[in-house]
């Protein structure tokens, strides 16, 4: 079991930037496929990005591509979400969470995945 801790949410204005982490409780290099998901009220967690288990390779979703920016530190068992250009579109309670699949059709999917943070807010002003 991995225990998940995130921080770094805020407030922002348009166009700004903020960078979240995450903190796991393990090494979640080789261990874990590691991914930021995103909810606002009403709707499904949605796909931001993640960190393939093995390899390290990352994986985007569509509306975040060239402006968002996601890393693991394999020394500090972190992963961080570097965002720019941020929009109202954005704003939501970003979640850490971790799987221990590395299915490429399963990255995306919330449903593949067993731990969660408790969720960073971040806000979006214009």
């Known amino acids: 079991q991995v225990q998940l801790v995130e921080s770094g949410g805020g407030l922002v204005q348009t166009g700004g930037s903020l960078r979240l982490s995450c903190a796991a409780s393990?090494?979640?290099?080789?261990?874990?496929?590691v991914a930021w998901f995103r909810q606002t009220p009403g709707k499904e967690r949605e796909f931001v990005a993640a960190?393939?288990?093995?390899?390290?390779?990352?994986y985007y979703a569509d509306s975040v591509k060239g402006r968002f920016t996601v890393s693991r530190d394999n020394a500090k068992n972190t992963l961080s979400l570097q965002m720019a250009g941020l929009n109202a579109d954005d704003t939501g309670v970003y979640y850490c969470?971790?799987?221990?699949?590395?299915?490429?059709?399963?990255?995306?999917?919330?449903?593949?995945?067993?731990?969660w943070g408790q969720g960073t807010q971040v806000a979006v002003s214009s």
């Open positions: 969470a971790a799987t221990g699949t590395e299915i490429l059709s399963s990255i995306r999917d919330a449903r593949s995945y067993t731990y």
């Open positions: 960190v393939r288990r093995i390899g390290g390779y990352q």
């Open positions: 393990e090494r979640i290099a080789n261990r874990w496929t």
